[in-house]
């Protein structure tokens, strides 16, 4: 997942090395131009841009601040100013801006500013004239498998509570996706989403990133600095890779989960945390437990409310809609488009995706370079591809879930019939045809199984012949979802 985007717009490079410090510690994206090469920073749409800071000292301010506001589109803008100097601008420049904060300033400092613009100013992607989306996080999550129906019921039923979620899944299937989306339908959505990747971070310094420290604490530490649970308070820490953090690091996160307080590193000051805690890791814990790597107190801490993510290449159905959502981003995003053949989606399908849905983006997205609005089938696919074997006559209902999930993952129509219901509903059709008998079963018996395959493709092609060919409309008289008879069309390799 991409992170907000900062962009800082100076001419002083010293500012510029400090801001950039403290907005990477926040885990914030930070882009910086100078005031003669700040406009093409506005065409990049790959990140959300959440703010726009402006340096003072640019050549002719006034003249540059006014285009930059223009430019921003609706993005706040904070200025800079010098610490005891006066504003060098108009008061309506001036209004124009969102804040005006003195320099130096600090960590302290510019926190609320952007946690208060997390809340009152999502973060959106700059294009012309655009909207912010209030589509809900969850549904990213993006499939008709019965696998995803369940995930997103999951999330649903544990969202509302302060039940400690652990996520468990392959790199690149989307466990911060569906973090985000818990937090996102949670109680604690106006209040901040913390990430931190326990693997990426050194595990000497992983308590400080986590809990904070004193100035003097340790050799470096040059001020007072807050952990994520600080940042987190009242809202979501989500700990990625949970299951590389390091033994010594298990303790004291166990404790916290516990008693829900901690110390900062070199204080003996206790602080409380309300703090909703969702975990993820790419490990099979119980494995680690077994190995000495992993604690199992903390294992069932963590593993109060588990959602499992599946692998890619075990919802392959999944496949035609995801590559036509990833297309659209690309399209919104104005990095290009492209097109793929059902053939081509046939052997994609077929794929073993060992890098998930991550390694699916980066196939749409170079073949959207290559082959830039054009029209992809299976020839045109990279060399592993071409193993595989393509269906010309592969049928894929790429529309997006119409909201019908209730009974999606059952086998067929009839399963969700109660018994009452189908005893009535045959003695309908007996009346229908006139006798006490649907059909007469031979001497030499039959295959039941085969017999009402046969039966069911045939009355399938009489409903799409009467319908001219409408799905939609050959679903009604058949009495089942559009998506259970597109199924049915591909099960039985039947054009529609």
Same mark, same amino acid.
């Given at each position: 997942?991409?992170?907000?985007?900062? *962009?800082l717009?100076?001419?002083?490079k010293?500012?510029?090395?400090?801001l950039?410090?403290?907005? @990477?510690?926040?885990?914030?994206?930070?882009?910086?131009?100078?005031?003669?090469?700040?406009?093409?920073?506005?065409?990049?749409t790959?990140?959300?841009?959440?703010?726009?800071?402006?340096?003072?000292?640019?050549?002719?301010?006034a003249?540059?601040?006014?285009q930059?506001?223009?430019?921003?589109?609706?993005?706040?803008?904070?200025? @800079?100013?010098?610490?005891?100097?006066?504003?060098?601008?108009?008061? %309506?420049?001036a209004?124009?801006?969102s804040?005006?904060?003195?320099?130096?300033?600090?960590y302290?400092?510019?926190?609320?500013?952007?946690?208060?613009?997390?809340?009152?100013?999502?973060?959106?992607?700059?294009r012309?004239?655009?909207?912010?989306s209030s589509?809900?996080?969850?549904?990213?999550?993006?499939?008709?498998?019965?696998?995803i129906?369940?995930?997103?019921?999951?999330?649903?039923?544990?969202?509302?509570?302060?039940?400690?979620?652990?996520?468990?899944?392959?790199?690149?299937?989307?466990?911060? #996706?569906?973090?985000?989306?818990?937090h996102?339908a949670?109680?604690?959505?106006?209040?901040?989403?913390?990430?931190?990747?326990c693997?990426?971070?050194?595990?000497e310094?992983?308590?400080?990133?986590?809990?904070?420290?004193?100035k003097?604490?340790?050799?470096? =530490?040059?001020?007072?600095?807050?952990?994520?649970f600080?940042?987190?308070?009242?809202g979501?820490l989500?700990?990625?890779?949970?299951?590389?953090?390091p033994l =010594?690091m298990?303790?004291?996160?166990?404790?916290v989960?516990?008693?829900?307080?901690?110390?900062?590193?070199?204080?003996?000051?206790?602080?409380?945390?309300?703090?909703?805690?969702?975990?993820?890791?790419?490990?099979?814990?119980?494995?680690?437990?077994k190995?000495?790597?992993?604690?199992?107190?903390?294992?069932?801490r963590?593993? +109060?409310?588990?959602i499992?993510?599946?692998?890619?290449?075990?919802?392959?159905?999944?496949i035609?809609l995801?590559?036509?959502?990833?297309?659209?981003?690309?399209?919104?995003?104005?990095?290009?488009?492209?097109r793929?053949?059902?053939?081509?989606?046939? %052997?994609?399908?077929?794929?073993?995706?060992?890098?998930?849905?991550?390694?699916l983006?980066?196939?749409?997205?170079r073949?959207?370079?290559?082959?830039?609005?054009?029209?992809?089938?299976?020839?045109? @696919?990279?060399?592993?591809?071409?193993?595989?074997?393509?269906?010309?006559?592969?049928?894929?209902?790429?529309t997006?879930?119409?909201?019908?999930t209730?009974?999606?993952?059952?086998?067929?129509?009839?399963?969700?019939?109660?018994d009452?219901? *189908?005893t009535?509903?045959i003695?309908?059709?007996?009346?229908?045809?006139?006798?006490?008998s649907?059909?007469q079963l031979?001497e030499?018996?039959?295959?039941?199984?085969?017999?009402?395959?046969?039966l069911? +493709?045939?009355?399938?092609?009489?409903?799409?012949?009467?319908?001219?060919?409408v #799905?939609?409309?050959?679903?009604?008289?058949?009495n %089942?979802?559009r998506?259970?008879? #597109?199924?049915?069309?591909?099960?039985?390799?039947?054009?529609?």
């Amino acid at each position: 997942m991409a992170l907000p985007r900062i *962009l800082l717009i100076d001419d002083n490079k010293t500012r510029i090395q400090q801001l950039e410090a403290i907005f @990477l510690f926040m885990e914030y994206a930070i882009e910086t131009a100078g005031s003669a090469d700040y406009t093409a920073c506005f065409s990049e749409t790959e990140q959300p841009l959440r703010a726009v800071f402006v340096g003072d000292g640019l050549d002719k301010q006034a003249t540059t601040l006014s285009q930059i506001v223009l430019q921003a589109n609706k993005v706040p803008v904070i200025l @800079l100013i010098d610490n005891g100097t006066a504003l060098q601008v108009s008061s %309506m420049v001036a209004n124009s801006v969102s804040q005006v904060l003195e320099w130096p300033t600090t960590y302290r400092v510019l926190k609320p500013v952007l946690d208060k613009l997390a809340v009152s100013d999502r973060p959106f992607t700059v294009r012309e004239g655009s909207e912010r989306s209030s589509l809900p996080l969850i549904d990213r999550l993006k499939g008709k498998s019965r696998a995803i129906v369940g995930i997103r019921k999951l999330i649903g039923q544990v969202a509302e509570s302060d039940a400690t979620v652990l996520i468990l899944g392959e790199s690149g299937t989307g466990k911060e #996706v569906v973090a985000r989306a818990l937090h996102d339908a949670s109680l604690r959505k106006d209040k901040p989403f913390v990430p931190i990747n326990c693997g990426a971070i050194p595990g000497e310094l992983l308590e400080s990133e986590l809990f904070g420290h004193e100035k003097g604490a340790f050799t470096g =530490a040059l001020s007072t600095r807050q952990g994520r649970f600080e940042m987190a308070e009242g809202g979501t820490l989500f700990l990625d890779e949970i299951g590389d953090m390091p033994l =010594a690091m298990q303790v004291k996160l166990l404790r916290v989960l516990q008693e829900r307080t901690f110390e900062r590193v070199g204080s003996n000051k206790t602080i409380h945390c309300d703090v909703r805690v969702i975990a993820a890791t790419h490990r099979y814990l119980e494995n680690e437990i077994k190995e000495n790597r992993f604690r199992e107190d903390l294992f069932y801490r963590l593993n +109060v409310f588990p959602i499992e993510i599946p692998a890619l290449k075990d919802r392959s159905e999944d496949i035609p809609l995801l590559v036509n959502d990833l297309v659209a981003r690309l399209e919104v995003s104005n990095r290009g488009s492209v097109r793929l053949t059902n053939a081509a989606l046939s %052997m994609l399908m077929q794929h073993e995706w060992p890098g998930n849905v991550r390694e699916l983006a980066n196939l749409i997205e170079r073949l959207a370079i290559i082959n830039p609005n054009g029209l992809v089938d299976a020839a045109d @696919l990279p060399e592993k591809f071409q193993q595989y074997q393509a269906v010309e006559d592969a049928v894929y209902d790429l529309t997006p879930d119409d909201g019908e999930t209730d009974n999606i993952g059952a086998d067929s129509e009839a399963d969700n019939i109660e018994d009452g219901e *189908l005893t009535e509903q045959i003695d309908v059709i007996r009346t229908f045809h006139g006798t006490s008998s649907l059909a007469q079963l031979p001497e030499q018996g039959i295959d039941l199984k085969e017999y009402l395959n046969v039966l069911e +493709v045939d009355l399938i092609r009489q409903a799409l012949d009467e319908c001219s060919g409408v #799905v939609a409309h050959a679903a009604k008289r058949l009495n %089942m979802r559009r998506t259970t008879l #597109v199924e049915k069309l591909r099960k039985y390799d039947l054009q529609r």
